[in-house]
């Protein structure tokens, strides 16, 4: 019996195909790839899972302001370094690289715009930059966009996305800012203006604790985190399990202290609707 020898045809190609990371992002939440332009026009939500990423306030300017209308008010405002803070790291070098990491200058852009054809003014907190911590810069360009609302007779809008509280790079100066952010509101009120506060993935700390949740109408994106101490905290400071999805939009929903929930498609609509109905 005579044996031939087998042949085996090597079906591997030349060139392995070459996946370029900086195409795809990878879901926080359900791990899946997703296509990163498809991600960006998706405003950053998933396609698979519908996760809401965080958007930085360039991206939430652009989703919300009607094209080319909005113009930027106070922003050549950068942080001091009362303190002269260095510790870990020194204040002045953290601030460099944040702006070099961001392009910002500070943790809120504030300008005038226009959301579906209404004037107003907007700001918007930008958890990027060193977790949207309220500093002295930024508690000052809210309240001078209160003052230019004021001014202008026009209605405003914030977008909050902070979960770094109150800047320790500054001490007692950024703790100040809650009740200096919360007494512009009440001078925007008194002048019978309105206030719409938008609350985004996460809404914490300081900024929960002020301007955020002094809006005439709360709106929030959905299963966004917000509240003051994280949930982790609190159940190691009480010792008790906390409910389902505390301290999540929908919970805070059901217990009355939102007044709408708004998908991320639909936050420039419902905005403008509200937008029209108060300046009709």
Request: charge should be positive; aromatic fraction near 8%.
């Amino acid at each position: 019996m005579i044996f031939k020898k087998r042949r085996y045809i090597n079906l591997e190609p030349r060139e392995k195909p070459e996946i370029k990371k900086d195409l795809w992002i990878k879901c926080e939440q359900c791990g899946k790839m997703v296509y990163k332009k498809q991600w960006l026009e998706n405003l950053k939500v998933c396609s698979h899972c519908q996760y809401y990423g965080r958007m930085s306030a360039p991206e939430r300017i652009s989703s919300l302001a009607d094209p080319g209308s909005f113009r930027e008010i106070n922003g050549n405002m950068v942080s001091a370094d009362p303190l002269k803070f260095t510790g870990v790291k020194a204040y002045v070098d953290k601030l460099k690289e944040e702006t070099f990491r961001t392009g910002l200058k500070e943790g809120l852009v504030t300008g005038e715009a226009k959301i579906s054809g209404v004037s107003c003014v907007i700001g918007v907190l930008d958890a990027g930059f060193i977790m949207g911590s309220m500093g002295s810069v930024v508690g000052e360009k809210y309240v001078r966009a209160v003052e230019y609302a004021m001014e202008k007779k026009m209605s405003f809008v914030t977008i909050s996305g902070g979960g770094g509280g109150a800047r320790m790079y500054e001490g007692m100066f950024s703790l100040m800012q809650m009740a200096k952010t919360s007494a512009a509101v009440g001078k925007l009120k008194t002048a019978g203006l309105l206030y719409v506060s938008v609350l985004t993935d996460p809404t914490m700390g300081g900024v929960a604790a002020s301007f955020a949740f002094l809006g005439d109408i709360i709106i929030a994106e959905p299963k966004a985190l917000i509240g003051f101490a994280g949930p982790r905290v609190i159940e190691q400071t009480i010792r008790q399990k906390l409910p389902p999805n505390f301290q999540r939009t929908e919970f805070l929903y059901e217990h009355g202290m939102i007044d709408l929930i708004a998908a991320r498609h639909d936050l420039k609509q419902v905005i403008g609707q509200i937008l029209q109905i108060f300046n009709t």
